[in-house]
T-cell receptor
Framework: GAGVSQTPSNKVTEKGKYVELRCDPISGHTALYWYRQSLGQGPEFLIYFQGTGAADDSGLPNDRFFAVRPEGSVSTLKIQRTERGDSAVYLC???????????FGPGTRLTVL | GENVEQHPSTLSVQEGDSAVIKCTYSDSASNYFPWYKQELGKGPQLIIDIRSNVGEKKDQRIAVTLNKTAKHFSLHITETQPEDSAVYFCAASQENFNKFYFGSGTKLNVKP
């Protein structure tokens, strides 16, 4: 079966621009997570959705970051007024209801010039 | 919040030898501990996990041990093969909270 997919795989943008990153979770998985991974570091939690609602957004670094999951499936991470420090790999993961295992996608590498 | 520390940051072994990676955590409420393998350009892949109600779990060449009192857990890989070369991450979470806290990773190099 298909795993978690993320698009685009690479995104290069200029400082100050707006970007959207997309995540397609495994079909039927109710929980969806976003993490950010800087070079040489482990993933850092950003936000967690259970269904359509954000159950925990405590990892979002500031109000330039926002995520939605309007129909409880696909999610979009939105970053406004990008800064060079936003450059990282953004990972998405999903898990089925009642289970802890998180299945990760390949990530989107964001580069802010 | 939870703090997970992982060491060593790099580990080089000869093919056929064993490799051990260690992690400590700070929050005694954490009770789920997965290990992920990440190859270059790919997302992390779950290889094994353990819950706090057991002390050890094994799956073929991979085993994980957990010491709740000392708040540390370890990954053991036996009979290493070149395809085991990757970055390995430990993580900790509370089962009802779902947020994972990751260690900083161990780059394992298995020399043929």
């Amino acid at each position: 079966g298909a795993g978690v997919s993320q698009t685009p795989s690479n995104k290069v943008t200029e400082k100050g621009k707006y970007v959207e990153l997309r995540c397609d979770p495994i079909s039927g998985h109710t929980a969806l997570y976003w993490y950010r991974q800087s070079l040489g570091q482990g993933p850092e939690f950003l936000i967690y959705f259970q269904g359509t609602g954000a159950a925990d957004d405590s990892g979002l670094p500031n109000d330039r970051f926002f995520a939605v999951r309007p129909e409880g499936s696909v999610s979009t991470l939105k970053i406004q007024r990008t800064e060079r420090g936003d450059s990282a790999v953004y990972l998405c993961a999903s898990s089925p209801r009642g289970f802890n295992e998180q299945f990760f996608g390949p990530g989107t590498r964001l580069t802010v010039l | 919040g939870e703090n997970v520390e992982q060491h060593p940051s790099t580990l080089s072994v000869q093919e056929g030898d064993s490799a051990v990676i260690k992690c400590t955590y700070s929050d005694s409420a954490s009770n789920y501990f997965p290990w992920y393998k990440q190859e270059l350009g790919k997302g992390p892949q779950l290889i094994i996990d353990i819950r706090s109600n057991v002390g050890e779990k094994k799956d073929q060449r991979i085993a994980v041990t957990l010491n709740k009192t000392a708040k540390h857990f370890s990954l053991h890989i036996t009979e290493t093969q070149p395809e085991d070369s990757a970055v390995y991450f430990c993580a900790a979470s509370q089962e009802n909270f779902n947020k994972f806290y990751f260690g900083s990773g161990t780059k394992l190099n298995v020399k043929p």
